[in-house]
């Protein structure tokens, strides 16, 4: 059992340093793009517009993929797209390596044998024989619990028991890790709000210039204003949609495993 939460732990230590990891890379490449590519065209396109305006030329305003996104709040936003599509990725990939490991043959036990309590240890080493990370695997800790327990009680409803509460800690254990995502998701429509008092502040201190004719201040503030909660929502949208593809994996695996050790551990044990 030590074993098994120093596995966990380990997991968790690993987890920490990759989303620190992803955080950073996520700001370095976003930023980079931004600066490079993003506010030049946008500064271009807009110096383009000034220019027409002041040769006196009747000008409908584009509204470019670079004008719409140049502003903080858009970047702030992209990085955090980047940063929890990162963690969900990890996530995702571990679930599915679990889910691998549901077809290899884990208990050699034949259709019409029977495990009595003096097989559990025996029945134990080859799951403890495994690479330590498909030890802490949720499946190879739940047949080992389930083992160790119809060694020790001889009782097969305790069996059930202890299978169905490392399952059940599981899934609390794989909610709560979402925490981080879900605050992301979050997060990602307040920045677009701020963006939006940004703007509407910005075009509020420039009113008096509209007055005397000058709309283009106002106007360019708006549009920071309405462009940051516009890609905000959309970027939420999308978090929010893999969020729960994620979860949705997550359940069936729980259930697929708790399925799995009912039909090819429960059915097949026996007290005297």
């Not at 903080?72 to 889910?99: D, H, N, P, S, V």
């Not at 083992?147 to 794989?174: K, W």
Request: aromatic share 6%; charged share 20%.
């Amino acid at each position: 059992m030590s074993t098994n939460n120093q596995n966990i732990n380990n997991q968790l230590s690993s987890e920490f340093l990759y989303q620190v990891f992803a955080l950073l890379a996520a700001v370095i490449v976003v930023h980079s793009i931004y600066l490079t590519l993003i506010r030049p065209n946008a500064a271009a396109i807009m110096e383009a517009q000034l220019a027409r305006e002041a040769a006196g030329q009747v000008i409908v305003a584009e509204r470019s993929f670079y004008t719409v996104v140049k502003d903080y709040e858009q970047e702030t936003c992209f990085i955090l797209l980047i940063w929890a599509t990162a963690i969900m990725g990890f996530k995702a990939r571990r679930a599915l390596g679990e889910r691998q490991l549901l077809q290899q043959p884990l208990l050699q036990i034949g259709e019409g044998n029977r495990v009595l309590p003096e097989d559990a240890r025996q029945m134990s080493r080859p799951l403890e024989a495994l690479p330590a990370q498909q030890r802490g695997f949720l499946l190879a800790r739940a047949l080992l619990a389930g083992l160790q327990r119809f060694g020790a009680t001889r009782n097969i409803q305790d069996v059930s028991g202890a299978i169905r509460d490392v399952c059940d800690g599981e899934s609390d254990r794989l909610d709560s890790e979402l925490s981080m995502v879900r605050y992301i998701a979050w997060a990602i429509p307040s920045i677009g709000f701020i963006g939006t008092v940004r703007g509407i502040g910005e075009a509020l201190s420039q009113a008096h210039r509209a007055v005397q004719g000058d709309i283009v201040g106002v106007t360019s503030s708006l549009g920071v204003a309405f462009n940051s909660t516009y890609i905000a929502l959309v970027i939420s949208i999308v978090v929010m949609f893999c969020m729960h593809q994620l979860q949705l994996l997550q359940e069936r695996q729980v259930l697929d495993i708790h399925n799995y050790c009912d039909q090819n551990l429960l059915r097949h044990l026996k007290t005297d």
